[in-house]
């Protein structure tokens, strides 16, 4: 149990339509991250959320955007899905500064049709 | 490019022995190592972490060796046990903001 929760655990799309997810931190853990994860390889960074503001971001498209509230809850949005956004969305958790543990929840199943 | 990789994709482990999963990284800037466990349908596990400042780190049944020289890492399972079935992964961090993950190695253990 990492406190790290994430709704919803699975959801099917359509092609075209527009997802978001989200994402409750583990307590005190101001520090939240999106990974995207296809199957059979490792977790993708798509951006990190730090005091609200994205603190950095991967190679993912500009239909990739995120929230952070004043909570450190967070959520992540995709516009315009496409096939290959099939895969299992992840968050994580951490305290700000860099060496800190990082917390993964059970992520988000995505299925685009 | 920069790259965390996983020397074998699969290991098969009798139950009761000892595991040995190794990894290679090529950014030489990294400062920060984790092992994830991820089962099937689940989020990765934090197991254990080393800091590049660190040879060696142990916990509970567990071990990470660091070797900055050549750029590898290796986490070792004491006494394999069927829980320990799962996909392992190791991740970097360079000092930002971002762990680079390797494609994972799956762990199966024989009984």
């Known amino acids: 149990e990492t406190g790290v929760t994430q709704s919803p655990t699975h959801l099917i799309k359509t092609r075209g339509q527009q997802v978001t997810l989200r994402c409750s931190s583990q307590?005190?853990?101001?520090?939240v991250s999106w990974y995207q994860q296809a199957l059979g390889q490792g977790p993708q960074f798509i951006f990190q959320y730090y005091r609200e503001e994205e603190n950095g971001r991967g190679n993912f498209p500009p239909r990739f955007s995120g929230l952070q509230f004043p909570n450190y809850s967070s959520e992540l949005n995709v516009n315009a899905l496409e096939l290959d956004d099939s895969a299992l969305y992840l968050c994580?958790?951490?305290?700000?500064?860099?060496?800190?543990?990082?917390?993964f929840g059970e992520g988000s199943w995505l299925t685009v049709v | 490019g920069e790259s965390v990789g996983l020397h074998l994709p699969t290991l098969s482990v009798q139950e009761g022995d000892n595991s040995i999963i190794n990894c290679a990284y090529s950014?030489?800037?990294?400062?920060?190592f984790i092992w994830y466990k991820q089962e099937s349908g689940k989020g990765p596990q934090f197991i254990i972490d080393i800091r590049s400042n660190m040879d060696k780190r142990q916990g509970q049944r567990v071990t990470v060796l660091l070797n900055k020289t050549v750029k590898h890492l290796s986490l070792q399972i004491a006494a394999t046990q069927p829980g320990d079935s799962a996909v392992y992964f190791c991740?970097?961090?360079?000092?930002?903001?971002?762990?680079?993950f390797g494609a994972g190695t799956t762990v199966t253990v024989r009984a």
């Open positions: 307590s005190g853990h101001n520090t």
């Open positions: 991740a970097e961090n360079a000092n930002d903001y971002k762990l680079s």
């Open positions: 994580a958790s951490s305290p700000q500064g860099f060496g800190n543990t990082i917390y």
């Open positions: 950014n030489s800037a990294s400062d920060y």
